[in-house]
């Protein structure tokens, strides 16, 4: 292996960015994610994590979508457990649907959209 390609390889891992080790990115408050394709879904007690392609992106990237508002009492993340059929359909058909996950603000849960691509 030639000097100029052992130097391109280490510089290609070293610039890859690694969505394995690090810690899901906080979703801007009233953006909206659009899913292209959506590789892992993890739902917990109060948020749900996505790890999946944005549409216009080709790296996966890992969102961490908290379900319940500031101003509720509740535990259980209802707004995951409806969104969580919505992912698996995208994981199982890549390339066929849209996953649009938004939330407004504070006081107000996720909302998610299916679409047909």
Known sequence: MSSLRALALLAALTLAPSTARAEPEEPTMG???????????????????VTGTLAGENVPRTFRFWTSS???DRSDSVEASRCDRLGLLV????????LTLRREDYSTGVTCTLSRQ
Do not use: E, I, Q
């Open 70 to 72: 500031y101003f509720s």
């Open 31 to 49: 953006v909206t994610y659009v899913f292209t394709t959506v590789d892992a879904y993890t739902v917990g007690p109060v948020a749900f994590d």
């Open 91 to 98: 994981m199982t058909r890549p390339g066929r649907f849209l």
